[in-house]
């Protein structure tokens, strides 16, 4: 697909629409293609998807723009109208979009299990020192070196179990903060589209 391909569909997906409507979207991404220059022209269409979608997302906010603007009494079935030729144009659009979603909410479980699971870790070594010294504790008045011997593995256990646990808060802050900032940033480069 090309450039004019692209713009063709568009407008042949925009046709319900009101003529400056149509003639405001596609002189939109006239520019947009002219900006990026010839050299460019297919990362832009990567870019963009595909012109179903774009539809899609411009009848969509037309539906939205329109409902604020309209008459109460031809609100409701303008808006639904506009809403259904939305989800006609887009084919593509809603299977992507869930599919997107279900991959977000994938990385997040799993984010969220590894992070866990480090928390589990640190929380067993932990444990693990408090048995281990209390244990050094109980033989003191049996065997001094046994004493030593379990008090000094409690206290690397507690060191670990302490480094663990500051770790992994630190790694699960930044995790986050990627996560939410990458997430952001994909809703905010599409809402500029």
Known sequence: MN?????????NKLRKLPYDEITEAINYYEGYFDDAGAE????????LGTPSAVASQ???DFAVKSADTEKPGNKNWRTTW???LALFASPIAIPIAIAVGA???????ALSAVIFSFFAAGFGV???????VLAGLLVVFQSIPT????????????GIGTAIGIGTVALSKKCFNW?????GGFILRRKAR
């Open 179 to 183: 996560l939410s900032k990458s997430v």
């Open 147 to 158: 004493t030593l011997l379990f008090l000094g593995m409690g206290l690397i256990l507690l």
């Open 58 to 60: 411009i009848i969509a």
């Open 40 to 47: 460019n022209e297919q990362a832009v269409l990567a870019e």
């Open 82 to 84: 506009l809403v259904i």
């Open 126 to 132: 932990t444990v693990g020192g408090i048995a281990s």
């Open 103 to 109: 991959v977000a909410l994938s990385l997040v479980v």
């Open 3 to 11: 450039r004019y391909d692209f713009i063709n569909e568009l407008k």
